[in-house]
């Protein structure tokens, strides 16, 4: 599968944006899904992530009430919804795909990975 994310830019502090990962392939639904995102100069950092129906979500505590993943399945597209932004969440952020394993988070799981989105949240 090949991602494809989308949708960030700069923003100021206290504002809201939504990122977008469009999937090809005709298997969408079987994957679990995340957003992970590296800032400069610091090590890669799960975000969140979604299973496959869309039930489940998961979120590091650093982003938890301000972030929502999402999903739609009939659009191969996993979104991720930020509010209340902060300056600490200036990274690049890349949606990732899983069919194996059930830990939570963790990257080496992931099989694909999309090119990133910039996000850039100024004070």
């Known amino acids: 599968v090949q991602l494809q994310a989308s949708g960030g830019g700069l923003v100021q502090a206290g504002d809201s944006l939504r990122i977008s990962c469009v999937a090809s392939g005709r298997t969408f639904d079987s994957y679990v899904m995340g957003w992970f995102r590296q800032a400069p100069g610091k090590e890669r950092e799960f975000v969140a992530e979604i299973s496959w129906s869309g039930r489940n979500t998961y979120y590091a505590d650093s982003i938890k009430g301000r972030f929502t993943i999402s999903r739609d399945n009939a659009k191969n597209t996993v979104h991720l919804q930020m509010n209340s932004l902060k300056p600490e969440d200036t990274a690049v952020y890349y949606c990732?795909?899983?069919?194996?394993?059930?830990?939570?988070?963790?990257?080496?799981?992931?099989?694909?990975w999309g090119q990133g989105t910039e996000l850039t949240v100024s004070s």
């Open positions: 990732a795909a899983r069919t194996r394993g059930s830990e939570v988070g963790y990257a080496p799981l992931y099989d694909y």
